[in-house]
């Protein structure tokens, strides 16, 4: 079917990505604007995996402090080149993760960072509870694993769901940039800080707050 111009002027608008892409998709798709996206998108994705084992040396430290001072982060993300590290995408990138942090207080970038120990305490912990429960033996090994990785994606950043867009987890956000951007970028490593950690206090939900913000940014 015949493809207009405005019709591969949306899908970049929508999407960032080259005119010639578009046509292609929405002839893939006949015309279809959201199964162009979809094919865009996974082709993006595509092209991001290819280009994660890039060495990026470059990027920012950037902070998020909560209104109020209450919540305060620090985050190291990485691209290849000081040019996009300049760049008002990547920027808006590294405040965006910054701000996730913030709202759901993850304790690691990503799984494999988790200490072995921590990970075979879990296990056994979740071992035990399923076995309370009357399960099956033969089934309670099979659960734990489907639990451990509930935990993961609760502890881990880039498995977190993003705060701002729930349908995506932080590590499909990232890729989605690698895409657009063209470079590797890398959640390197991160420091939060809650007021009063460790110090016995009346029970406050600051992420709460942090999470409706971003929501509303």
Do not use: W
Not at 15 to 30: F, H, I, N, R, Y
Not at 66 to 85: M, P, R, S
Not at 123 to 147: F, N, T, Y
């Amino acid at each position: 079917m015949a493809i207009t111009a405005a019709q591969v002027k949306e899908l970049r608008e929508k999407t960032g990505a080259g005119m010639m892409d578009c046509k292609k998709a929405l002839q893939e798709a006949e015309g279809d604007m959201e199964r162009a996206v979809e094919l865009l998108r996974k082709k993006g994705l595509a092209a991001a995996d290819k280009k994660a084992g890039r060495i990026a040396a470059e990027g920012l430290v950037d902070s998020y402090i909560h209104a109020g001072g209450k919540i305060g982060v620090l985050v190291e993300v990485n691209c290849e080149t000081d040019f996009v590290a300049k760049t008002d995408e990547f920027k808006t990138l590294v405040r965006d993760i910054a701000m996730h942090i913030a709202a759901t207080d993850p304790q690691y970038v990503r799984r494999e960072e988790v200490p072995e120990e921590t990970v075979a305490k879990e296990r056994e912990l979740l071992k035990e509870q399923a076995l309370s429960e009357g399960k099956p033996a033969h089934i309670v090994d099979k659960m734990v694993e489907g639990r451990l990785e509930k935990f993961f994606k609760e502890i881990c950043l880039v498995e977190q769901p993003f705060v701002k867009d729930p349908d995506i987890t932080v590590e499909q956000l990232v890729k989605e940039k690698i895409a657009k951007i063209g470079e590797n970028i890398s959640i390197r490593r991160f420091a939060r800080f809650g007021l009063g950690e460790g110090i016995e206090k009346k029970e406050e939900n600051f992420s709460e707050e942090v999470m409706a913000q971003a929501k509303r940014s």
